[in-house]
């Protein structure tokens, strides 16, 4: 600290006054000059000691100088006796102020001690980016004494990918003057995670003088932090397997998308194995399974695609496991099992599989099978895999593993009673549809019947074609609504009413209103009204005219020989009164009559044929109507084109079709083949 300089001559007038004396003591020097000393004393009596100095010609103790402002500034003054080239005697006085020197040692020693014993690690960096002083907690972080610190860059002292990343966040710092706050980074030696945040130290004319940096084990907070992230992505997965298999009715397609929604979320590779039983038929076991029990692959999940892969997860594929195995302990006692060790990894499967060989290969150290069961009954496995660089499963993740696993199982029973539900329903409704069609002279019939796709139940469509009196024939088709057994018995009901009213040559519109009739009373619960969409046809080939009544079903359509083109055809819409489903009750029915040309095709079709989710039904008519105008070889062929238009790999409803070509009889010939 600068002293103030003040020179008096021997009466104690002021006669030099510095610019430090004018901070000290806020008097100009224009003020102070001239003065006498005694002036500036705040204590009067303290005017002796310039007697004392006189005779002593030198004098250091301490005083009480008045500030300009009125307050006392107590002052370090050593004083001397000079003398000028003339011999003429002097005084030179030189004060430091004793209260402002306190209070900046003072800041200095707290400052001091604060840096020392501060939580933080605190690094002081010069120009040159080399540390200039560090305290002990940061040479506590860095596992390295304070004096290995002094003199070295970071990276010199830290070393590796940390240390680099370090240098070159402090050089950024310093070239830029940004600070940095909170950045995470790991520890040494990759152990635990340091926040760090480093500024830019500049001097009051902000000049550059280097890098402040201050760092703090944040290992516990990251840890917590990384634990909330692990549970919150872990309720996100079982979420996302509960909502992505919930609404699936297919085995396969079950075990295919839960495979797909644990990787890479939860393992690097995942297989789903089934009962075979369970996957042909839907029925469960009669005896807890065993290594014995037929096993196949369904779903398979991997990061990349590769010839192990293949080998390890190929779906479709038998899956067979020994009676110790880690698999087979699973299967049989219903409870996980993990397999962290390369022991326990080679007694995955049986010895000698190629699927363990494989597993090897694509670096798996970590394997947990997880039994798929409902009620105690075991339904197969999902089985999962850690590799190369992937932590490996401990116990936390097998108990988290079952939550997916009991997820995944209740919609594979789901699914097995629905296919065991459809398989009976189907059974029925292929028993109840009739298995040879009569071909009256002057017609020819084709059919086609289409179950619906896998995810679907099956439905209530039919048809039918009795022969009448006199030569005609009845041509029917319906839909009852809803799907599954009920819908397929409905249908039997109905076909079966159906034939018998036929029989009894009632008109068509009258025929529907007694089945309408029937319907009402077939139906258990008013709520719960059994209701189904029919088109009603007689044909008389005598008389080439047809009679058509409708009851809420899809309009028929009518392929008819084009007179304005050779060999040409036309597609109509039939145009009838739509009617009302049957069941409805107290509406009446109303038929068409109309002549058909000969060899036209009469079209009768369900929605499914159709229908399409997302779509209007016109779009989808418009598609049948475009398939029917095309030139077929025969009737068969014609079937097989319409039925063309129906989207693989999309969920559909039932399809009936039934197409009569309405040749008429030959002149002369009446119905019953003799002659008019």
Known sequence: ????????????????????????????????????????MHVRGDADLLAELLDTESWTGHLSLHHRDGYPVQVRAEVSLLADGDGRPYVHASLSDVSRQHTEWRDLATLESLFDSSPLGVAILGSDLRHIKVNKTLALLDHHPVEKHLGRTVDEVVGGRVGEALAELQRNVLRTGRPVVDVIMPGPDGEGFRSVSCSRLEDEDHRVLGVGCTVMDVSERYEVAAQKEIVRERLSLLNDVGTRVADLLDIPRIAERLADTVVP?????????????????????????????????????????????????????????????????????????????????????????????????LGVHSMMALPLRVGGIVLGLLVVYRAESSAPFNDDDMAFAMKLAGRASTSLDNARLYARERAGALMLQRALLPHHIPEPPGVRIAFRYVPGSTGTEAGGDWFDVTQLTGGRVALVIGDVTGHGLRAAATMGLLRTAVRTLSGLDLPPAELLQRIDDIAVELA?????????????????????????????????????????????????????????????????????????????????????????????????????????????DSLQATCDGVLGILEPGTERDDVALLLAQLSGLPGGLAADGAAR
């Open 1 to 40: 600290m600068n002293a103030a300089v003040i020179i008096l001559d021997t009466t104690g007038q002021v006669r030099l006054w510095s610019h430090q004396a004018e901070d000290m003591l806020g008097w100009t020097g224009d003020h102070a000059v001239g003065l006498g000393f005694d002036r500036l």
């Open 265 to 361: 979320r939860f393992s690097d590779y995942a297989g789903v194995i089934v009962l075979e039983e369970i996957a042909a038929a839907g029925e469960l076991p009669r005896q807890p399974p065993t290594h014995r029990t037929p096993l196949v692959q369904l779903g398979a999940a991997y990061k990349q695609h590769s010839p192990p892969v293949e080998r390890l997860l190929r779906a479709g594929q038998s899956f067979t496991v020994s009676e110790r195995s880690v698999t087979g302990t699973a299967l049989h006692t219903g409870l996980p099992q993990l397999a962290n060790t390369a022991e326990r990894l080679l007694a995955a499967t049986y010895p000698g599989d190629p699927r363990t060989k494989a597993a090897l290969e």
């Open 524 to 632: 258990h619960d008013p709520d719960e009204a059994l209701m189904a969409t029919c088109v009603y046809a007689v044909y008389d080939a005598s008389l080439s005219r047809c009679t058509i009544a409708r009851a809420g079903h899809v309009p028929p359509l009518i392929v008819e020989p084009d007179p304005a083109s050779e060999g040409g055809r036309r597609v109509r819409l039939l145009e009838l009164p739509p009617g009302v489903p049957l069941g409805v009750g107290g509406v009446k029915f109303e038929a068409v009559e109309f002549d058909v040309p000969d060899e036209s095709v009469l079209v009768l079709y369900t929605d499914g044929l159709i229908e399409t989710r997302g779509e209007d039904i016109s779009e989808g008519l418009d598609r049948l109507r475009a398939r029917l105008a095309q030139p077929y």
